[in-house]
Every structure is written in C-alpha cells, then in structure tokens.
C-alpha cells in the first residue's frame, strides 16, 4: 500500500459583488470577484481518486490542476519558484523545503494509520 499526497487545484469560481457608491455616481457598482479552491488529499491511489470525485461533485466543482505533494530536487520544476538555493532568495532552500514536506508527510501518516481514521483518506482544504 503506497501512501501519497496531491494538491488538487479546481477552476476558479466567479461571483459578483454589488456595492453602492454615493459619493461618486450615486449608483451601485457591480465588480467580479474570482477565488480559486485547492485541497491536499492523503492515501492511496484509488483512495485519493475515489475521494476527489467525490468532493468535485458534491461541491459541484471542476478540475483545474493536480500536483504531487512529495519532496524534491534540484532538477525539478518547482526550483526558484517553491525553493532556491541562493543566498540572496527569500525561498526555503531545497533541504528546508523537504524538511518541511517530509514532516508534514510523517504528521499525515500518523493520523491517516490512527484508530479514529482507520486507514481513510485525509482531506485537507486550503
């Protein structure tokens, strides 16, 4: 049983926003405001699978990216956006970063094997 995590990421949900500005035009004022929702789901494969159809569809929502929460490397994508080595950068180094990634990964294990969850995958919302 390989245990994984992935940040699910759904399309951006547009809702509009009335206000009223007096001072100015005297009407209302109607802006969009756009919010985008991700979670990060922790258990197998067919676990994960089976619990993001779930959640897309009870929250009626559409898939926009998916992405593997697992440490890294110097040679990945995510180098200079997630983590960067240099010096001068306000980013985690690539140890820092997997540090991080890696106790999260522990702290998921244990609740995902405790009796109260009995092996069933974590939703966490972001």
């Not at 929250?59 to 956006?81: F, P, R």
Request: with cysteine.
């Amino acid at each position: 049983m390989d245990l994984i995590a992935q940040t699910i990421t759904f399309m951006p949900e547009i809702t509009t926003v009335s206000t009223r500005d007096p001072e100015l035009t005297g009407t209302n004022i109607t802006d969009f405001k756009e919010y985008s929702r991700s979670i990060l789901i922790y258990g197998t494969e067919k676990q994960i699978n089976k619990a993001y159809k779930d959640y897309s569809k009870y929250h009626g929502l559409t898939l926009d990216e998916v992405y593997n929460y697992k440490k890294l490397n110097n040679e990945s994508y995510w180098n200079g956006i997630c983590f960067n080595d240099k010096p001068e950068s306000p980013l985690p180094t690539l140890k820092e970063y997997n540090a991080e990634i890696g106790k999260n990964l522990k702290e998921f294990k244990k609740l995902y094997i405790s009796k109260e969850n009995n092996n069933k995958p974590l939703i966490f919302t972001q």
